[in-house]
């Protein structure tokens, strides 16, 4: 038996159809709230001061070289010292995998110092040599 709420709409409160679903609602897919840390207790501040047998040390070292800065420093002296392996040692995949890293980490910075205006300049003279004809129809698209 149905009833009406105050519009005079029926309701399916009281009625047999509805019981079940007046006291069950869907579970939803999504949490309502999500707080979740990740990598709990780490930051850069805890790995300076948490992590180290020597924070004091640690903090004045990262003001004047910062991770990046020691790294690449580390890579370049490595990188010397790969050079003088002989021929045969440098077939080792670790190796090859630094030197690729080295390669890739080396244009990257290439990248990010040439301005521009230089970087267009040697991608239009690159084009110039390697694809003449593409260079042709860039000028012209150019001079338009």
């Given amino acids: 038996m149905a009833t009406t709420n105050g519009d005079g709409a029926a309701a399916t409160r009281g009625t047999w159809w509805g019981w079940p679903l007046q006291a069950w609602?869907?579970?939803?897919?999504?949490?309502?709230?999500?707080?979740q840390p990740i990598?709990?207790?780490?930051?850069?501040f805890n790995v300076t001061y948490n992590n180290s047998s020597a924070p004091a040390i640690e903090r004045d070292v990262l003001q004047q070289h910062?991770?990046?800065r020691?790294?690449?420093?580390l890579m370049d002296a490595l990188s010397v010292l790969v050079e003088r392996l002989p021929a045969g040692a440098k077939d080792?995949?670790?190796i090859k995998d630094f030197l690729a890293l080295a390669k890739e980490v080396a244009q990257i910075k290439e990248n990010a110092r040439l301005p521009r205006l230089?970087?267009?300049q040697k991608d239009i003279e690159a084009l110039r040599q390697e694809d003449p004809k593409a260079y042709v129809q860039l000028k012209a698209m150019l001079a338009r």
């Avoid at 990598?39 to 850069?44: I, K």
């Fill in 25 to 35: 609602s869907p579970p939803s897919l999504a949490p309502s709230e999500l707080t």
């Fill in 39 to 44: 990598n709990s207790g780490w930051s850069f």
């Fill in 66 to 68: 910062s991770y990046g």
């Fill in 70 to 73: 020691q790294i690449g420093r």
């Fill in 92 to 94: 080792d995949r670790r």
């Fill in 118 to 120: 230089e970087r267009l």
